[in-house]
């Protein structure tokens, strides 16, 4: 028996009529390079200015690679709707489609044999399979196409006779394509008795975000890593696409900021990884172009983000984080956001968006504070920047003002503070044994409180421990008691509780251990990941997740 089948594009065949064809040279698709537009465009301005009476059509667009020929005899139609594509098609004599990259399959080359041109394409990926009769380059060059264009311009007979015999040998119709369907739907119904949906399914997931191998293991301890211990507990495959290492190792003079062999790599990957889901995790240098490529190659593949940045419009970077949330979000199947998106009002409707907490991870948060004695009484930490790792000198923090007003007002009290009065922050193993030595953690995130929203300190407090300081307008109490975190309503209430719990051990080490264990439980990396995945692929189960409301 077979372990799976390939199912092919299908089209219905187009219009022909050879009486139609003009003298037209069609280029359908991504003005860019991995699309071999410029090898295009080099080769056709060289065939109008020696062809005279023949011309060219180019339908398409490109934001970032601005690729741009002009000549008198050239159309450059822009996006058009799928009909005008056709049409254009009908007319069309030599249709061209040279990708550098290893095109999945090439649904232009295919519409453009189901109407009868004489194509011309690349010896990339699934092309070939494209077309029953056609040109295939040897060398994918601008010198290349224009030999073989200009032989088929030439030779009336033979580009004739390859317009024919595209249209009458096209075989991958509607009919042809249901057919296999039925017949594979036949053998299989024959071999089970019962045929249901496995949403149990082990997926392939492809995880775009920045897990810093460049800085050492400094910043291991990361949300993506978190997520990806996660997947792999509920059994997936995940394949790691660190997207800000590939853009420091790859860029060059031609390519300065690395994004291009970025997006190019992606593409490639996925080609070759073939995932089910593609997942982004601040990976603000993937072009939204590209997600719109990969959703054409793959219309299976489901696309989700989670963002953990603050959302809040008197926070910090307000527009920038809400830009970088927007930016591809007509290809986002669903976003996951460490903020409620209940109070986002500028979520675009046609995604589905979802809170998600921090994730905490077993194998991360392993220390126990509540079970020892601890010399300091409440621990913070800030940093101008994770990637930075030092303090950047004349950058204003207002948590600093906050830190140094309660210490003024909260006597006796022993301050474990790092990332102020230039003691540098503090990372990794380091930061871990520091923390160790700490009763409480302050949870104190920038800007004004808002739904739901924490930075992932959170986990590293709450997680190891600590008795957790929040300020109760983040809405926590939804989720958590009195004995298992600590609210404050301002500086002077924040004050008096420390005061009471840095001298009662008892009580301490209760909320402590309660709230360790609550978010253990409740909020670890892998129910995350497995709600991530739900939501994205649309699973329903009987499933309760604490934070789902």
């Known amino acids: ?99 550098r990259w290893d095109e999945p399959f090439g649904r232009t080359s295919l519409e453009a044999s189901s109407s009868g041109c004489a194509v011309i394409i690349s010896n990339k990926g699934g092309l070939p399979e494209t077309i029953t009769n056609g040109i295939i380059l040897k060398d994918l060059s601008a010198k290349s196409l224009y030999k073989e264009i200009k032989k088929l311009i030439i030779d009336k007979r033979k580009r004739e006779t390859l317009q024919k015999s595209s249209y009458k040998n096209f075989y991958l119709t509607n009919k042809f394509v249901s057919d296999l369907i039925d017949e594979c739907r036949s053998e299989k ?132 984080n809400k830009d970088r949330v927007l930016d591809k979000a007509q290809f986002i199947d669903c976003n996951f956001l460490t903020t409620s998106p209940d109070v986002l009002k500028f979520l675009p409707k046609n995604n589905e968006n979802f809170y998600i907490p921090n994730p905490s991870d077993s194998s991360f948060e392993v220390l126990e504070n509540f079970r020892k004695s601890c010399n300091m009484d409440v621990f913070f930490a800030l940093s101008h920047g994770v990637h930075r790792g030092i303090l950047k000198s004349g950058k204003f923090d207002e948590r600093a003002l906050f830190i140094q007003k309660l210490m003024n007002v909260t006597n006796n009290i022993k301050f474990d503070i790092y990332g102020l009065k230039q003691v540098q922050p503090i990372w990794a193993d380091h930061y871990f044994k520091t923390i160790s030595n700490s009763k409480m953690g302050l949870n104190l995130s920038r800007g004004e409180p808002i739904k739901y929203y924490s930075s992932d300190r959170i986990t590293q407090i709450i997680g190891n421990g600590l008795v957790t300081l929040i300020d109760e307008k983040t809405g926590y109490r939804d989720f958590f008691n009195d004995d298992e975190m600590v609210f404050y309503k301002n500086i002077n209430d924040l004050s008096e509780k420390i005061q009471r719990i840095a001298k009662d051990e008892k009580l301490r080490k209760l909320i402590g251990k309660k709230g360790k264990q609550k978010y253990l439980r409740y909020f670890n990396s892998t129910l995350v990941a497995d709600y991530i995945v739900n939501k994205t692929l649309n699973i329903k189960n009987k499933k309760k997740y604490l934070w789902d409301k």
Request: hydrophobic share 35%; glycine share 6%; aromatic share 14%.
């Open 1 to 99: 028996m077979k372990n799976f089948l390939l199912f092919f594009n299908l089209l219905k065949k187009n219009k022909f009529n050879i009486k139609n064809k003009k003298k037209l040279i069609t280029f359908v698709g991504k003005l860019n390079r991995s699309k071999g537009y410029d090898i295009f465009g080099k080769a056709i301005i060289k065939i109008l200015s020696n062809f005279k009476d023949w011309k060219a059509s180019v339908v398409g667009d490109e934001a970032r690679d601005k690729i741009y020929f002009d000549h008198k005899n050239l159309k450059i139609h822009g996006f058009l709707e799928h009909k005008k594509v056709l049409r254009i098609y009908e007319n069309t004599s030599i249709a061209v489609v040279c990708s």
């Open 189 to 320: 119904l024959n071999d089970f008795k019962i045929f249901n949906v496995n949403k149990n399914k082990k997926l392939r997931i492809l995880h775009v975000t920045n897990f810093n191998e460049r800085y050492d293991g400094r910043l291991f301890f990361n949300t993506g890593r978190r997520l990806n211990n996660g997947f792999i507990r509920l059994g997936h495959s995940i394949l790691e696409f660190s997207d800000r290492d590939i853009l420091r190792y790859y860029k060059n003079f031609k390519d300065f900021r690395g994004s291009k062999s970025l997006n190019d790599k992606l593409k490639k990957t996925c080609y070759n990884y073939k995932p089910d889901l593609l997942i982004l995790g601040h990976a603000d240098s993937i072009f939204p172009e590209t997600l719109s490529d990969l959703k054409d190659d793959y219309p299976s593949l489901k696309i989700s983000q989670w963002f953990l940045d603050p959302l809040n419009k008197k926070g910090p970077d307000y527009q920038r």
